[in-house]
């Protein structure tokens, strides 16, 4: 059934149905909801300013890009991000979707905790990016009219939202702090993980094998 939500039409193919059906499985409600909002986001921008984007892979990009937090698929080793990343290609790939097409979900995915970056690629990969920094970060909120915010987060609500995103932040990444690394993650460890010391980049270098 189609369903539009601030004039914007969520995907109903039968990729993206399978899509919702395995995040809604893996993913608690706060982060289902919060993936729902960033496609409604990303998309409803996208229709704004003209952008030529799939929605069937910015909808899979949406949805998979914090599956990396979830129980399932946060035993990895590796960066958050790439859990989803890797999650969604395989994904695409099982439904036949085109190795390029995998690889801009794949990059809208392991980018969106990127600054700046995801904005300058392919507009699936720009507009991941930019629903999660509206949702997360309260960036870019008035390029969305309070009517279509309003409409979106009545019907994906964000109860305690804030202080909640961080503890699956924190969750999803304790057991590997050294992939926060260079990016933003490292300030959730930091203020929530007692006795972590981020890596410093300055220490990464004079440290270094070589000797000058």
Do not use: C
């Not at 919702?20 to 921008?45: C, I, K, M, N, Q």
């Not at 794949?106 to 600054?115: C, F, G, N, Q, V």
């Not at 939202?161 to 503890?167: N, P, Q, Y």
């Amino acid at each position: 059934m189609t369903v539009r939500i601030a004039d914007v039409e969520i995907p109903d193919s039968a990729l993206a149905r399978a899509a919702t059906e395995l995040v809604r499985a893996a993913a608690e409600p706060l982060v289902y909801d919060h993936s729902r909002r960033v496609f409604l986001f990303g998309a409803f921008v996208g229709d704004r300013e003209g952008l030529a984007y799939d929605p069937e892979l910015l909808y899979v990009g949406a949805m998979f890009h914090d599956l990396g937090l979830t129980r399932t698929y946060r035993t990895s080793d590796q960066r958050f991000e790439i859990d989803g990343a890797d999650e969604a290609r395989r994904f695409l790939r099982e439904h036949g979707v085109s190795e390029e097409s995998s690889r801009v979900v794949w990059e809208a995915i392991a980018l969106h905790t990127t600054p700046e970056i995801p904005h300058h690629m392919a507009p699936e990969i720009a507009l991941v990016t930019t629903g999660v920094e509206a949702d997360v970060l309260g960036i870019g909120l008035d390029a969305i009219p309070d009517e279509a915010r309003a409409e979106i987060v009545a019907a994906y609500p964000r109860p305690d939202f804030k202080r909640r995103i961080l503890a699956a932040f924190t969750d999803g990444i304790a057991h590997r702090p050294q992939t926060t690394f260079g990016n933003v993650k490292a300030d959730v460890l930091e203020r929530f993980v007692p006795g972590y010391v981020r890596t410093n980049f300055v220490d990464v270098i004079e440290n270094s094998a070589w000797p000058e």
